[in-house]
């Protein structure tokens, strides 16, 4: 680990401070340490994972937040990480952090060994000729489903509000570019817009194992459903895209018509339009459609 320096503030001007001096914001530190300890990183919302999922609110209001939290990470990781943390994490691809492979996100230029390696977990939507690294996190995915916003406080003191699809970058000619933060602003808040009630929601994820693994492929959805026909519908999928993929043309399918078993299978059709995939990793387009209907049946019901 190369040496560094930790300021310790108790308030948010005080973070503000120290951020115009230069140097990230931490809070729960459970990926940036290890990316520093790695010598990847040299160098915010402070909210613990497990306390966002186990609020009373998030559980009643939004399931699909509680579940892509609660499958998350470990137990231990939930209670120290921070969902501006989780939202901020960087990729697993394992040669951003092998420092001897070449890797445009951590070193721009250097090329991309995950083109001709081992491609396995990597993207499959989103993708550039300069990185194929997949977004971690599983409550981002639930973020994106419902259109949350992220609120940032620049060093200036000024705030502003940016659509969670506006916040995470696609990786194009600049993967070390991943968030549409600047320079010394923090992360206040993840807002959730008002849906209409009722809205019935959950995330599931599928992985290589069933806990303590980040995922192959992952559905959010949130439908709300009034006198028989499906009013709203919000969906999204995680571990297939450079970041959270929102899947406009399912929610589409499904507006203005009734909940059965016909219609999770025809607008799951359409999760992995556009879809490149790599050498190793072709099989994740049928197993998203697959997780997306399976998904809209669970939350939707008509089985
Ligand atoms: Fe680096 Fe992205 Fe290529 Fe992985 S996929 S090696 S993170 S450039």
């Known amino acids: 680990m190369y040496p560094f320096s930790f300021t310790k503030v108790s308030d948010i001007p005080g973070a503000l401070a120290a951020g115009r001096r230069g140097g990230r914001y931490i809070a729960g530190g459970t990926t940036l340490v290890d990316l520093m300890r790695e010598t990847v990183e040299r160098p915010g919302a402070l909210v613990r994972m497990a306390e966002a999922a186990a609020h009373p609110k ?19 990781l939930r209670n120290m990480a921070t969902i501006g943390g989780n939202i901020m994490q960087r990729t697993r691809c394992t040669y951003f952090r092998d420092v001897t492979a070449d890797c ?5 230029g250097s090329g991309c060994a995950a083109l001709d390696g081992y491609n396995r977990t990597h993207a499959i ?4 000729d300069h990185c194929v690294a997949t977004h971690p996190s599983d409550a981002a995915v639930a973020f994106a489903a419902l259109e949350a916003t992220v609120d940032l406080l620049g060093p200036d003191g000024k705030e502003r509000s940016v ?23 923090l992360i206040t808040a993840v807002a ?9 929601s959950g995330y599931l994820k599928v992985r290589d194992r069933q806990s303590y693994e980040f995922a192959l492929t992952s559905a ?3 439908l709300h459903i009034r006198g ?15 970041v959270p993929w929102k899947l406009p043309a399912v929610e589409r399918h499904l507006i203005g018509e009734r909940p059965s078993k016909s ?15 790599l050498e190793y990793n072709g099989f994740k387009a049928e197993l998203l459609k697959r997780t997306v209907e399976r998904q809209l049946r669970i939350v939707g019901g008509a089985a």
């Open 263 to 277: 219609l999770w299978t025809q607008a799951a059709e359409q999760a992995a339009d556009g879809a490149r995939p």
């Open 228 to 242: 028989g026909v499906i009013r709203e519908a919000k969906v999204a999928a995680g571990g297939v895209g450079t």
């Open 125 to 128: 939507l989103g993708t550039s």
């Open 104 to 108: 445009n996100k951590r070193e721009p």
């Open 220 to 222: 959010a959805v949130a």
């Open 163 to 185: 659509p969670f699809a506006d916040f995470l970058l696609k990786p194009g000619s600049t993967p070390d570019h991943e968030q549409a933060l600047r320079q010394g602003e």
């Open 192 to 200: 959730i817009p008002a849906h209409p009630r009722p809205l019935k």
């Open 58 to 76: 998030v559980r009643a209001l939004y399931p699909v937040v509680s579940q892509a939290l609660e499958l998350s990470a470990s137990a231990q």
